[in-house]
Nanobody, 122 residues
Framework: QVQLVESGGGLVQAGGSLRLSCVVSGRTFSSDAMGWFRQAPGKERDIVGRIRWSSGATWYADSVKGRFTISRDNTKKTLYLQMNSLEPEDSAVYYC???????????????WGQGTQVTVSS
């Protein structure tokens, strides 16, 4: 089992920044892929980006490319999502996910955090 705990969400004005954190614990050796997803009310859970824990290789959805950055701290076993130039359309519950291999589809990730709310006001 892998446990994930997100933090860092909140209310921010458009154009502002937030950094989300996701602390990872448990059988982490079985989950080299980490991802960030978001889900707005009435919408599906969509991928924001993902990272290979071992290599640091990242991938981003077009909607956030150039504004969001995923990073990880191996010593702290923490995943980060730095969000800059936030827009009202970025408002959602943000989730971190872990699994043995990366995927763009939420259903293929076995481990999830509880989510953290991000609200961007215009």
């Amino acid at each position: 089992q892998v446990q994930l705990v997100e933090s860092g969400g909140g209310l921010v004005q458009a154009g502002g920044s937030l950094r989300l954190s996701c602390v990872v614990s448990g059988r982490t050796f079985s989950s080299d892929a980490m991802g960030w997803f978001r889900q707005a009310p009435g919408k599906e859970r969509d991928i924001v980006g993902r990272i290979r824990w071992s290599s640091g290789a990242t991938w981003y959805a077009d909607s956030v490319k150039g504004r969001f950055t995923i990073s990880r701290d191996n010593t702290k076993k923490t995943l980060y999502l730095q969000m800059n130039s936030l827009e009202p359309e970025d408002s959602a519950v943000y989730y971190c996910a872990a699994g043995p291999s990366p995927s763009d589809y939420a259903g293929r990730w076995p481990y999830w955090g509880q989510g953290t709310q991000v609200t961007v006001s215009s």
